[in-house]
């Protein structure tokens, strides 16, 4: 798996393993963890196999408190995401950071050029 990866507004990336123990918030054993409920269709995005999810914000510093959903360590030798809508995606075994992706408009991120305008008149 790449180091960097998305399934829709959820964006996946493999970080390493917490050199200090982090607050546990949830073990799953051979079944599914719910990550995140789809912003406007309600789906959710749900993770099968031997995974721990834990929140440590100290390790998510730069990402905005409302966009990051936590850390997962896949404990089994691979975990699959899935989603109604988007293809499945196949973790390996290690750690991740979850967060929540936002689509920006050109203008929020200093992109958007006067002089480059592709707008029609």
């Known amino acids: 798996m790449p180091r960097l990866c998305a399934q829709g507004d959820i964006l996946i990336e493999r970080v390493a393993d917490p050199t ?5 918030s949830t073990c799953v ?3 599914y963890l719910t990550i ?3 912003e406007q269709s309600g789906h959710c995005h749900r993770l099968f196999g031997t995974v721990q999810l834990f929140r440590d914000d100290r390790l998510a510093r730069e990402i905005p408190p409302r966009l990051y959903l936590g850390h997962v360590q896949v404990k089994s030798p691979s975990a699959r995401l899935e ?3 988007h293809a499945p995606l196949i973790l390996a075994e290690g750690t991740y950071r979850i967060r929540r992706q936002r689509e920006l408009e050109p203008t929020e991120v200093g992109l958007y050029d006067a002089d480059f305008d592709t707008r029609e008149d």
Do not use: F
């Open 29 to 31: 054993e051979d079944g």
């Open 83 to 85: 989603h109604d809508e």
């Open 20 to 24: 200090r123990a982090s607050k546990l």
């Open 36 to 38: 995140a409920v789809g």
